[in-house]
């Protein structure tokens, strides 16, 4: 069953930090069903929103069409955000936003194959006309790069033995759906850790999603780019899940806002580097708790805002 909303995360900080005004231009890297847009585009701003999904193109498509040239919407990646941009003739924005992870739209709908309760595809492709299924990439993955993409990106203690009996299951043939999969996963834990408020397979399904759609590689090419794309007075802002996503966020946005890199016993500075930005967030912003009892999917998000000076 598709999940009929996804409910916007920190809207109305991400809005208050992008400052959206008439003549403003904006970059939603990530615009899924339009909830941050459409809060930006009441605002007077115009946005660009990019999505890898065309499925969540086209919500987002239905849900901003009154706002006519306002709003564009684009097939890409946000890591390709530049050469979209450029295909678009457009140079730097004022605005730049990710929302990072997947939808409730995506996670919801077991035809997607992001479910580990109901029985959907190995796919988990947020673009599903490129990359490959997960079905593929189980097919060809080594046991020992499995358990490391379940440490990692998981964060999953139970790696090793979660990711022997992956490779059992599938030389078996006994992987067919997501249910079976996430059985599979959860009889590979030990029963004593199978308890607790979150389903056993949840780390195993977000390390294969991250490793299926290379999202941390594509948000390391967002920050790369982030000078190109946000000109001088604009602002950068992204909203992470979990420490892998805001982890390389923190660390960007404080290179770019780090001045002098001198050590503090040199007398005068050396090395002539100036801060090209500054930090708005010093600390990441969280929902408040009203935002996380109406929306519980809320409370891991960390909003990080910088400006470029
Ligand atoms: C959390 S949702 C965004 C929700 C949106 N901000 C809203 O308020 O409705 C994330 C969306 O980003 C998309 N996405 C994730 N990684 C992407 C990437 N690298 N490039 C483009 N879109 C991406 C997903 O397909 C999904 O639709």
């Not at 009929?4 to 403003?24: I, N, Q």
């Not at 929103?49 to 564009?72: C, H, I, P, Q, V």
Request: proline share 6%.
């Amino acid at each position: 069953m598709a999940a009929r909303e996804h409910r916007t995360v920190l809207r109305e900080e991400a809005a208050a930090l992008l400052a959206p005004a008439p003549g403003r231009r904006v970059l939603d890297g990530t615009v899924g069903g339009g909830g941050h847009a459409e809060t930006l585009l009441e605002r007077g701003a115009e946005v660009i929103g990019l999505d890898r999904d065309e499925a969540a193109l086209a919500a987002a498509r239905a849900r901003l069409s009154r706002f006519g040239e306002k709003f564009t919407a684009v097939h890409a990646n946000f890591r390709d955000a530049r050469r979209t941009l450029d295909a678009l003739g457009e140079g730097a924005m004022d605005g730049a936003l990710v929302d990072l992870g997947v939808s409730s739209f995506q996670l919801d709908d077991e035809a997607r194959g992001f479910s580990f309760s109901r029985p959907g595809p190995l796919d988990m492709r947020m673009d599903r006309s490129a990359g490959e299924p997960l079905s593929a990439w189980l097919d060809r993955v080594e046991e020992t790069e499995l358990e490391r993409v379940l440490r990692v990106f998981g964060e999953e203690r139970f790696a090793r033995p979660i990711a022997r009996a992956i490779v059992r299951a599938r030389q078996a043939g006994a992987l067919p759906d997501t249910a079976a999969l996430a059985k599979v996963v959860t009889e590979a834990i030990p029963a004593a850790h199978r308890g607790g408020p979150i389903h056993p397979a949840t780390r195993t399904f977000q390390a294969l999603r991250i490793a299926v759609n290379d999202e941390l590689g594509a948000l390391e090419g967002w920050l790369a780019d982030l000078p190109d794309l946000v000109r001088p007075g604009g602002r950068a802002a992204a909203i992470a899940f979990h420490s892998l996503e805001d982890r390389p966020v923190k660390r960007r946005f404080a290179e770019l806002t780090k001045g002098c890199i001198c050590p503090r016993a040199l007398p005068v500075c050396g090395c002539g580097k100036t801060a090209g930005w500054r930090l708005l967030t010093r600390k990441a912003w969280v929902p408040s708790v009203a935002e996380v009892a109406r929306n519980p999917r809320a409370r891991s998000a960390r909003l990080r805002c910088i400006e470029r000076l």
